[in-house]
C-alpha cells in the first residue's frame, strides 16, 4: 500500500476550515478525516494490480570507467484498464545513474522504455537485484507495490586510453616501410625473403649463392621475430593504491597492460598476464589470439589493490612455473626505495637470469613541480626540500634495479602505455628475445 503525501497536504488545508465550524468542529473534523479515509481506500482498490505490469531491465554487455552509457527499462502494462505505474531500481550509487526510478501514464496493452544514462565511477562486478513496481490509483491519492527479484550483473571494465595508440602502431608496424626500418637497424632473425638487391642494402645481407645462381646481386630479408612470449606482472599491493594525478596507480597499470596486449598479439606474439599481492590473484596463460585481450581484461577488472606488502619471491617463482619460456616480463610496481630493496631486488635474479625484464611505473608530475619550483614561504620551502629527497631517492632505486638486469620505464601520467610499446617493439628489432 501507498499513502501518497499529496492527500495528506489536502486533508491539512481542509483542516483550518473544519475548525470554524461553529457548533462542533471536533465532529466534523472526524468527518472530514473519515472522508479522506473513504477517498484514499477507493483510490487503492481501483489501481492496477502489480502482477498485470511486466517490468525488463537491459544492460549493456558491460560499461567502461568514466565512460558515458545507458541503461533502460521495459515496462508493459498487461492489465485491462491503464493507469499511472513506476518502478525504481537498487542501481549502485557509484554508476552515477542519472535517474533510478520513473513514472508514467501506461494505457493497457501498451509497452514503454525508459532510459538513463550511467557514468561509472568505479569499476568492478556489481550485483543487481531488487526492483520495485508502483501503480497508482485513478486520483494519484493510493497505490500498490511490490518488490521484484531481478538479479543481473554488471561489469565495469578498466579505462582504455591508449587503445587508439596501441592501434596506430599495430597498424605501423605491420608496414613494410616500418618492418624495413628495422631491418636498417639490424631487424630481427627471422628469414623472410630473397630479393634483388637494391642501394640501401647492407653488404652483408647479401647471399652469395643465390647470388651465384640467379647471376645477380640477392640478398636475404628478415623480420622480427613471432610467436614471442610478453607477459605483464601486475603488483596489486598497497603501493599501487596510491594516486598520481587523482588516478590510483593500478589503472595506469592496467591500461598499460591492455595496450601492450593489443600491440603484440596484433603482431603475432603471445601475451599473458600474472596479478599478484600477498599472493597470486590471477593468471592468464600466454597466447596470441584475437581474443586475448577480453581474457586478459577480464581477469583483472575487478581487482582492487591489496593494503598488504606485496610478496615478490613468491610471484616470480610462479611466473617461472607457469610461463618458463624466453620472455619479456613487464613488472607493473612502484619505485618506493625500501619496498624495492627490502622485497623486489632480491626476488629480482629468478627473472634476469632467462628474461628480459622491464620495470615500469608512473611518477608524479606533481612531485617535480615541487622540486623544480621556487619556494615562497616555510611550508613551501619543506615540501620543496621533501620533493628533491624523494627524486633523488626515486634515481637511486632505479640505478639499483638497473644494475640488478632490468629496464626501468618510469613514465608521466598518461603516458606509461606509450613508453612500454616502444620499449617493446625495440627489444623485437633488436632480436633480445
Known amino acids: 500500500m501507498i499513502f501518497r503525501p499529496r492527500l495528506a497536504l489536502i486533508a491539512a488545508l481542509l483542516c483550518p476550515v473544519v475548525l470554524l465550524v461553529p457548533d462542533d468542529p471536533w465532529w466534523a473534523l472526524l468527518g472530514v478525516g473519515l472522508a479522506v479515509f473513504v477517498v484514499w481506500l477507493a483510490d ?5 494490480s502489480t502482477s498485470t505490469i511486466g517490468v525488463a531491465r537491459r544492460l ?44 508514467l501514464d501506461l494505457a493497457a496493452g501498451r509497452t514503454a522504455t525508459v532510459e538513463t544514462d550511467v557514468l561509472p565511477a568505479r569499476r568492478g562486478r556489481f550485483h543487481l537485484g531488487e ?51 628495422a631491418r636498417a637497424r639490424g631487424g630481427g632473425s627471422e628469414f ?47 603501493l599501487m593504491a596510491g594516486r598520481v594525478a587523482d588516478v590510483p596507480r593500478v589503472e595506469y597499470a592496467m591500461d598499460a597492460i591492455m595496450a601492450l596486449t593489443t ?28 581474443t586475448q585481450l577480453g581474457r586478459i581484461t577480464d581477469a583483472m577488472f575487478d581487482i582492487e589493490p591489496e593494503l598488504a606488502e606485496s610478496d615478490y619471491r ?73 620533493a628533491i629527497a624523494a627524486l633523488a631517492e626515486r634515481e637511486r632505486t632505479k640505478a639499483l634495479l638497473t644494475r640488478s638486469g632490468a629496464s626501468v620505464v618510469d613514465a608521466a601520467p598518461g603516458t606509461l602505455a606509450g613508453r612500454l610499446m616502444d620499449n617493446y617493439l625495440e627489444v623485437k628489432a633488436t632480436g633480445r628475445l
Open 314 to 386: 613468491g610471484a616470480f617463482t610462479e611466473t617461472l612455473v607457469r610461463f618458463n619460456r624466453r620472455t619479456m616480463l613487464v613488472i607493473h610496481t612502484e619505485l618506493a626505495e625500501q619496498t624495492v630493496g627490502e622485497f623486489l631486488l632480491p626476488a629480482l635474479p629468478l627473472l634476469t637470469r632467462s628474461h628480459v625484464v622491464v620495470i615500469a611505473s608512473v611518477r608524479d608530475p606533481l612531485v617535480e613541480q615541487w622540486a623544480y619550483g621556487i619556494p615562497r614561504d616555510e611550508e613551501e620551502t619543506y615540501r620543496h626540500t621533501a
Open 44 to 48: 487503492f482498490l481501483l489501481a492496477p
Open 192 to 238: 623472410e625473403q630473397l630479393r634483388d638487391f637494391t642501394i640501401d642494402d647492407e653488404f652483408r645481407k647479401i647471399d652469395w649463392s643465390a647470388t651465384a645462381r640467379a647471376g645477380r646481386t640477392i640478398v636475404r630479408t628478415y623480420r622480427a621475430e613471432r610467436n614471442q612470449t610478453v607477459i605483464n606482472v601486475l603488483d596489486n599491493g598497497r
Open 263 to 290: 600491440l603484440s598479439t596484433g603482431l603475432g606474439d603471445r601475451a599473458g598476464l600474472l596479478v599478484f599481492d600477498k599472493e597470486v590473484r590471477a593468471s592468464v596463460p600466454a597466447s596470441n589470439r584475437s
Open 131 to 181: 526492483l520495485v513496481v508502483r501503480t497508482y490509483g485513478p486520483l494519484g491519492f493510493a497505490g500498490r507495490q511490490k518488490a521484484r527479484y531481478l538479479p543481473a550483473e554488471l561489469r565495469v571494465l578498466p579505462r582504455f586510453p591508449s587503445r587508439a595508440e596501441a592501434e596506430l602502431r599495430q597498424r605501423k608496424s605491420r608496414l613494410e616501410v616500418g618492418l624495413r626500418s
Open 60 to 103: 549493456p554487455r558491460s560499461l567502461t570507467l568514466e565512460r558515458p552509457a545507458s541503461i533502460s527499462w521495459t515496462i508493459r502494462n498487461n492489465g485491462r484498464s491503464g493507469g499511472r505505474v513506476g518502478f525504481a531500481d537498487a542501481l549502485a550509487p557509484s554508476l552515477r545513474a542519472e535517474a533510478r526510478r520513473a513514472e
